[in-house]
């Protein structure tokens, strides 16, 4: 929210489980300052996150008039982690946000 009001701050965003809604409530979006972003966003997102499916955060998204990307974690909760745990998911965030970055 800080960023839609001052988008000056940073280059660009990189948002781990952005909860959309409350989990159950997805009437209740937590989307009002998407239009105001301004600067490039990448939210990881897991396959089975209860704050939002994959399908709401990419309807969500569609607000965001700055370029945008999902990176999908399968199986993975709001917690990021996957059902099988492995330790490449936070090289992969870092690989796939430095190239979106560019």
């Known amino acids: 929210m800080l960023i839609a ?7 660009g965003l990189l948002l781990l489980s952005y909860p959309l809604h ?3 409530k997805p009437e209740q979006l937590r989307t009002a300052h998407f239009p105001k972003l301004t600067r ?14 994959l399908e709401e955060i990419r309807s969500a998204l569609d607000l965001i008039p700055a ?27 870092v690989a796939v946000f430095k190239e979106f970055m560019k």
Request: glycine letters at 10%; aromatic letters at 4%.
């Open 5 to 11: 009001e001052q988008p000056e701050l940073v280059a």
């Open 40 to 53: 490039r966003a990448l939210f990881v997102h897991g396959t089975r996150d209860p704050f939002g499916t």
């Open 22 to 24: 409350p989990p159950g």
């Open 67 to 93: 370029q945008h990307a999902v990176l999908e974690t399968e199986g993975a909760g709001h917690e990021l982690l996957p059902k099988k745990l492995t330790s490449e998911l936070p090289a992969r965030i």
